[in-house]
């Protein structure tokens, strides 16, 4: 056995090369600090990427790791997972590579259960290509490609991956080391697809966006953090729960209304109560912060080998020549 890994071990040797004062350098750190506790070789980590901001991670880190396209690190990770299930693979990615032309890959991984991490960076803007507004913008958002306000209502990220079938939903935010190191880790000991929403700001093109939530004097009555059998509570000395009164979410104080306030369950297999967590949003409820959910589910890597072992028990390992050459075949001379 070698020394133990550190944060170092997992640095690179490129210059990162992102704007002063991004929220990337804090996700960037986080990981880098979380590895060395999961006791996992650097040659079994892999990194892949799409297009944005967030997406050139895998280069500064000391791992393995791929930039691929626009929206399709979700596809990549999933082959190189049925390949390689020894690996502990991370997705990382954008709200708009995600969330936009990265749509259609990101929930049928979800979808599948395929065992990588997903993590989704979240500053509400196409930072890259200089400011436009994302599937996550809130509605009359002024960006240059909405200069009258834009007219879409906002993906939910935590809703889109819950409605995919993810075993595993949580959100953090860039200004927390140890939230963001905690999550990360959960994420890591789940088998399957662990999806997290990290609210993380950028300061050029939409510096303060998540101010109103996750802001230093304002997180404690504007966010909710989550935590396993634990009452929902917020705000100075916990004053204030969230309960659910005729299908609907209602603040109360708890002193008076202690019996009402909502205990948290994230190992819930129907997924109405966290979505209706997902769908919380400042100024009229406190965003959740934490794990929403975290089920058991069939890895699909697990069922795809099962399904193999099946096929070569009653058929036989058959050959590739075999294959090759059997049905129609012809000659071109």
């Given at each position: 056995m070698g020394a133990p890994l550190t944060k170092q071990d997992f640095m690179s040797n490129q210059e990162v090369r992102w704007c002063p004062g991004c929220g990337d350098y804090a996700v960037l750190a986080a990981i880098q600090k979380t590895l060395p506790d999961l006791g996992i070789s650097r040659e079994k980590i892999v990194f892949i990427s799409g297009i944005g901001c967030s997406s050139r991670f895998p280069y500064y880190m000391n791992t393995f790791g791929f930039h691929t396209i626009h929206g399709r690190a979700p596809a990549l990770a999933t082959g190189l997972a049925l390949a390689r299930p020894d690996l502990s693979i991370w997705v990382?990615?954008?709200?708009?590579?995600?969330?936009?032309?990265?749509?259609?890959?990101?929930?049928?991984?979800?979808?599948?259960?395929?065992?990588i991490n997903i993590l989704l960076f979240n500053n509400e803007t196409y930072g890259l290509t200089k400011g436009q507004y994302s599937p996550t913008s809130h509605r009359d958002t002024i960006s240059k490609s909405t200069p009258y306000g834009s007219l879409d209502e906002p993906f939910s990220a935590i809703n889109v991956a819950l409605g995919a079938g993810a075993s595993f939903v949580a959100r953090t935010y860039d200004r927390d080391q140890k939230h963001m190191g905690e999550i990360f880790k959960r994420a890591t000991q789940h088998r399957g697809t662990s999806f997290v929403e990290i609210y993380q700001n950028c300061v050029i093109f939409n510096d303060g966006v998540h101010e109103e939530t996750v802001g230093k004097n304002v997180r404690e009555t504007n966010a909710l953090f989550l935590k396993a059998g634990e009452p929902l509570t917020f705000g100075k000395d916990h004053s204030k729960g969230l309960c659910i009164s005729h299908y609907q979410p209602e603040i109360k104080d708890v002193n008076a209304d202690d019996a009402d306030i909502c205990v948290h369950r994230e190992d819930l297999e129907h997924p109405a109560y966290a979505s209706l967590l997902g769908s919380l949003r400042n100024p009229e409820y406190p965003e959740p912060m934490g794990v929403f959910r975290a089920i058991d589910r069939a890895v699909y890597e697990d069922e795809v080998q099962k399904q193999m072992d099946q096929v070569i028990a009653s058929k036989g390992s058959g050959s590739i020549q075999e294959l090759l050459h059997h049905g129609e075949t012809w000659e071109i001379r």
């Amino acid at each position: 056995m070698g020394a133990p890994l550190t944060k170092q071990d997992f640095m690179s040797n490129q210059e990162v090369r992102w704007c002063p004062g991004c929220g990337d350098y804090a996700v960037l750190a986080a990981i880098q600090k979380t590895l060395p506790d999961l006791g996992i070789s650097r040659e079994k980590i892999v990194f892949i990427s799409g297009i944005g901001c967030s997406s050139r991670f895998p280069y500064y880190m000391n791992t393995f790791g791929f930039h691929t396209i626009h929206g399709r690190a979700p596809a990549l990770a999933t082959g190189l997972a049925l390949a390689r299930p020894d690996l502990s693979i991370w997705v990382i990615t954008g709200d708009g590579d995600a969330l936009s032309i990265g749509g259609n890959h990101l929930i049928h991984a979800m979808r599948r259960n395929v065992n990588i991490n997903i993590l989704l960076f979240n500053n509400e803007t196409y930072g890259l290509t200089k400011g436009q507004y994302s599937p996550t913008s809130h509605r009359d958002t002024i960006s240059k490609s909405t200069p009258y306000g834009s007219l879409d209502e906002p993906f939910s990220a935590i809703n889109v991956a819950l409605g995919a079938g993810a075993s595993f939903v949580a959100r953090t935010y860039d200004r927390d080391q140890k939230h963001m190191g905690e999550i990360f880790k959960r994420a890591t000991q789940h088998r399957g697809t662990s999806f997290v929403e990290i609210y993380q700001n950028c300061v050029i093109f939409n510096d303060g966006v998540h101010e109103e939530t996750v802001g230093k004097n304002v997180r404690e009555t504007n966010a909710l953090f989550l935590k396993a059998g634990e009452p929902l509570t917020f705000g100075k000395d916990h004053s204030k729960g969230l309960c659910i009164s005729h299908y609907q979410p209602e603040i109360k104080d708890v002193n008076a209304d202690d019996a009402d306030i909502c205990v948290h369950r994230e190992d819930l297999e129907h997924p109405a109560y966290a979505s209706l967590l997902g769908s919380l949003r400042n100024p009229e409820y406190p965003e959740p912060m934490g794990v929403f959910r975290a089920i058991d589910r069939a890895v699909y890597e697990d069922e795809v080998q099962k399904q193999m072992d099946q096929v070569i028990a009653s058929k036989g390992s058959g050959s590739i020549q075999e294959l090759l050459h059997h049905g129609e075949t012809w000659e071109i001379r």
